[in-house]
């Protein structure tokens, strides 16, 4: 079991509470103004970035992620992949322990870790080492439970956030699909810019936003790189890009952006963004 690690800092650490809180993020005044379905299936989608700050910056932003996911078909599989902040563990992990929230245990698709592994050929290890201490990952799966509580995940760690790594780990979970013949959504978590004045966090997480929206993983990358965008889970969300436009993904589109300013004034500030990707999952 990998047990909760910032429970009662980023988000609640009492069921009842948390639940409250997330349909509160969901009706707030950034939030999307309703509430989650079942995956309904009445929208083609593939995936979303969604942030990983605390709930009360940047849960609300987070939840326009989750609500556009859940009028999608319902996944077998949900894999999330968030970067790597404590420096521990391998530079690409995944894991088979089962993740614990106070919502309950999220299980993991421990057949579906298996063959990323396999597939992966030594670039991505089983290595819970990388997860134990990690919020990127856990922030994401209370809204996931809420939705559904019984959606398998699979969790996926990135230290290593080169072009080549994200392409790699695409390539590993498209062939799992295929050889699993699993219907997934992919959340890539990431914050954008970090503590730097609001107009220059939207004038910079723009540039990136374009990219996402091109669904240009590569240019994406030199973005980044290039303006300096303090954008912490480019790995993630180049990984979303790649695996989405091997599943027939056709487009991508900003639901909500905004800052910790727009939540509690303040001269620097981090930019979230919650991006919606679009395609057929079932095309070959």
Same mark, same amino acid.
């Given at each position: 079991?990998?047990?909760?690690?910032?429970?009662?800092? =980023?988000? #609640?650490?009492?069921?009842?509470?948390?639940?409250?809180?997330?349909?509160?993020?969901?009706?707030?005044?950034?939030?999307?103004?309703?509430?989650?379905?079942? =995956?309904?299936?009445?929208?083609?989608?593939?995936?979303?970035?969604?942030?990983?700050?605390?709930?009360?910056?940047?849960?609300?932003?987070?939840?326009?992620?989750?609500?556009?996911?859940?009028?999608?078909?319902?996944?077998?599989?949900?894999?999330?992949?968030? #970067?790597?902040?404590?420096?521990?563990?391998?530079?690409?992990?995944?894991?088979?322990?089962?993740?614990?929230?106070?919502?309950?245990?999220?299980?993991?698709?421990?057949?579906?870790?298996?063959?990323?592994?396999?597939?992966?050929?030594?670039?991505?290890?089983?290595?819970?080492?990388?997860?134990?201490?990690?919020?990127?990952?856990?922030?994401?799966?209370?809204?996931?439970?809420?939705?559904?509580?019984?959606?398998?995940?699979? #969790?996926?760690?990135?230290?290593?956030?080169?072009?080549?790594?994200?392409?790699?780990?695409?390539?590993?979970?498209?062939?799992?699909?295929?050889?699993?013949?699993?219907?997934?959504?992919?959340?890539?978590?990431?914050?954008?810019?970090?503590?730097?004045?609001?107009?220059?966090?939207?004038?910079?997480?723009?540039?990136?936003?374009?990219?996402?929206?091109?669904?240009?993983?590569?240019?994406?990358?030199?973005?980044?790189?290039?303006?300096?965008?303090?954008?912490?889970?480019?790995?993630?969300?180049?990984?979303?890009?790649?695996?989405?436009?091997?599943?027939?993904?056709?487009?991508?589109?900003?639901?909500?952006?905004?800052?910790?300013?727009?939540?509690?004034?303040?001269?620097?500030?981090?930019?979230?963004?919650?991006?919606?990707?679009?395609?057929?999952?079932?095309?070959?």
């Amino acid at each position: 079991m990998r047990y909760p690690a910032v429970a009662g800092q =980023f988000y #609640p650490s009492d069921a009842e509470e948390l639940k409250k809180t997330i349909k509160k993020l969901y009706l707030g005044p950034l939030g999307p103004g309703l509430l989650p379905f079942n =995956f309904s299936g009445e929208k083609d989608i593939f995936g979303a970035v969604s942030p990983h700050a605390g709930y009360i910056f940047s849960g609300q932003v987070a939840a326009h992620s989750y609500l556009e996911l859940s009028r999608g078909t319902r996944p077998d599989t949900i894999v999330i992949i968030g #970067p790597n902040h404590s420096g521990m563990g391998s530079p690409v992990s995944v894991t088979q322990h089962d993740y614990l929230t106070p919502l309950g245990v999220a299980p993991t698709d421990k057949e579906m870790v298996r063959s990323v592994l396999k597939h992966g050929k030594g670039a991505i290890s089983d290595d819970v080492s990388a997860h134990r201490y990690e919020h990127s990952v856990e922030v994401q799966v209370p809204f996931i439970q809420d939705i559904d509580l019984e959606v398998n995940i699979v #969790p996926v760690v990135m230290m290593d956030q080169r072009f080549e790594s994200a392409v790699a780990l695409a390539d590993a979970i498209d062939s799992a699909v295929k050889e699993l013949d699993r219907h997934i959504m992919v959340v890539a978590s990431t914050d954008f810019s970090h503590y730097v004045p609001p107009h220059v966090a939207k004038e910079k997480d723009t540039l990136a936003i374009e990219k996402i929206e091109q669904l240009d993983a590569r240019g994406l990358y030199s973005t980044v790189k290039r303006y300096g965008i303090g954008m912490c889970g480019y790995g993630p969300v180049m990984t979303l890009l790649e695996t989405a436009k091997k599943k027939g993904g056709t487009s991508a589109k900003l639901l909500k952006y905004a800052t910790s300013g727009d939540i509690q004034p303040m001269d620097e500030v981090v930019g979230y963004s919650a991006i919606a990707a679009y395609g057929d999952y079932n095309r070959d």
